[in-house]
């Protein structure tokens, strides 16, 4: 069955960029009836979603982080990848990539969560 | 940016009992609100979609209703495995959003 993954540095210095990628497996992110997410988790704000990307490149992301973020895909390695500019302590939570079915909008695979720390 | 509330956010109960959760949007989302069920230290997981739907897998004790603003998760016969934490979210308009959750404990 499908399966997402994230990977990435866990600590970030602030100031600098947070960078994660989500490998796709058993399934692939060009698939149309799919279209892939980020999503976050802190204590101080629960859970907070990011941004979404369809395979065709159309993005959306939360007007709240739309100014810092970037999502991006490789088709060829069935990955899609986070950018989180200018970090402060505030970006620090557990990311979560997700897949989102486009015949309704809730997230039915979850990759396993990455702890990103900011912190010099 | 459309706020969803929860209530309770803390509900003690026994096994075999039945819960009801609520989850209010604060504007009209027609059906598009699901349902997570996420443990400690454990990945959200999803319970019901369009409101009612239950997801492949996930036990019939579960279910699901509501429209436009107000909607509920009941659980029926609560198992030692449902003691989790609980949240909405709706899927109408960007940005998604959740409820802020439901913690369901042992009584």
């Known amino acids: 069955q499908v399966q997402l993954q994230e990977s990435g540095p866990g600590l970030v210095k602030p100031s600098q960029t947070l960078s994660l990628t989500c490998t796709v497996s058993?399934?692939?992110?060009?698939?149309?009836?799919?279209?892939w997410n980020w999503i976050r988790q802190s204590a101080g704000k629960g859970l907070e979603w990011i941004g979404r990307?369809?395979?065709?490149?159309?993005?959306n992301y939360n007007p709240s982080l739309k100014s810092r973020v970037a999502i991006s895909i490789d088709t060829s390695k069935n990955q899609f990848s986070l950018n989180v500019n200018s970090v402060t302590a505030a970006d620090t939570a557990v990311y979560y990539c997700a897949r989102v079915p486009s015949a309704y909008d809730a997230f039915d695979i979850w990759g396993q969560g990455t702890m990103v720390t900011v912190s010099s | 940016d459309i706020q969803m509330t929860q209530s309770p956010s803390y509900v003690s109960a026994s096994v075999g009992d039945t819960v009801t959760i609520t989850c209010q949007a604060s504007e009209d989302i027609s059906s598009w609100l699901a349902w997570y069920q996420q443990k400690p230290g454990k990945v959200p997981k999803l319970l019901i979609y369009?409101?009612?739907n239950l997801q492949t897998g996930v036990p019939s004790r579960f279910s699901g209703s509501g429209s436009g603003t107000a909607f509920s998760l009941t659980i029926r016969n609560l198992q030692p495995e449902d003691f989790a934490t609980y949240y909405c979210?709706?899927?109408?308009?960007?940005?998604?959003?959740f409820g802020p959750g439901t913690k369901v404990e042992i009584k």
């Open positions: 979210q709706q899927g109408i308009s960007f940005p998604f959003t």
């Open positions: 058993g399934g692939s992110i060009s698939d149309n009836k799919y279209y």
């Open positions: 369009i409101a009612s």
């Open positions: 990307m369809y395979a065709s490149g159309t993005t």
